[in-house]
């Protein structure tokens, strides 16, 4: 069974452009998203997290979550080169703390000069 | 800005040998986990540790691994009689923040390689 579905890309928009990076999950009671960055070789590194419908904003990131619809997003506005790397949706089932991650397959975003 | 550090960076061990990952988590933190990441797949979950005991596991973490928290810093992850499947990424993560929400922080990671 899949828990979290990713666009698995490879994404690729040029400097400057807005990258947006979809997320499904198939577990309604889940609870608590978090966008995380891999570069190639090393650790998840967490960018955003989001806990109610909406949108929240972070600098030059924006998730969006929709439960409804089981969806959460990630926009990158005036991406740069550095954004290049594989971003990582993930989902917990708890609203409290302790819960597990369950992670999608990432999503490879390539961003040229 | 605390961090949550892990040693060895990397680890060759021979296919049946035992090993300990070894993880110190951010010190406020309260809660420990272990992701696996193997080689081009998804990040995987392994287990959570909380309050000296573990609180969840995954059909992953069988007889062949246990975790250990041995003093007030360290938390390890033995894997005993290795195989070559778990030729892995292993991220140790903790969380969460005072205050803060459920977000859990990775460490750098540990590459162990099994021949």
């Known amino acids: 069974q899949k828990e979290v579905e990713q666009n698995s890309g490879p994404l690729s928009v040029p400097e400057g452009a807005i990258a947006s990076l979809n997320c499904t999950y198939s577990?309604?009671?889940?609870?608590?998203f978090f966008w995380y960055r891999q570069y190639s070789g090393k650790s998840p590194e967490l960018i955003m997290s989001?806990?109610?419908?909406g949108d929240k904003e972070d600098g030059r990131f924006t998730a969006q979550l929709n439960k409804a619809s089981q969806y959460v997003s990630l926009l990158i506005r005036d991406s740069q080169p550095s954004d290049s790397a594989t971003y990582l949706c993930?989902?917990?089932?708890?609203?409290?703390?302790?819960?597990?991650?369950?992670f999608g397959r990432g999503t490879q975003l390539t961003v040229w000069p | 800005e605390p961090e949550v550090t892990q040693t060895p960076s990397h680890q060759v061990t021979q296919m049946g040998q035992e090993v300990i990952l070894r993880c110190v988590p951010i010190?406020?933190?309260?809660?420990f986990y272990w992701y696996r990441q193997i080689l081009g797949q998804k990040v995987e979950f392994l287990v959570s540790?909380?309050?000296?005991?573990?609180?969840?596991k995954s059909e992953i973490f069988d007889d062949q691994f246990s975790v250990e928290r041995p003093d007030g810093s360290n938390f390890t992850l033995k894997i005993r009689s290795t195989k070559l499947e778990d030729s892995a990424m292993y991220f140790c993560?903790?969380?969460?923040?005072?205050?803060?929400?459920?977000?859990?922080?990775f460490g750098p990671g540990t590459r162990l390689t099994v021949l």
């Open positions: 993560a903790s969380g969460p923040p005072a205050g803060g929400g459920n977000e859990q922080f």
């Open positions: 577990d309604r009671v889940s609870q608590s």
């Open positions: 989001i806990y109610s419908n």
């Open positions: 993930a989902v917990s089932r708890r609203g409290s703390t302790l819960g597990r991650l369950y």
């Open positions: 010190s406020n933190h309260l809660y």
């Open positions: 540790f909380y309050n000296n005991e573990i609180s969840e």
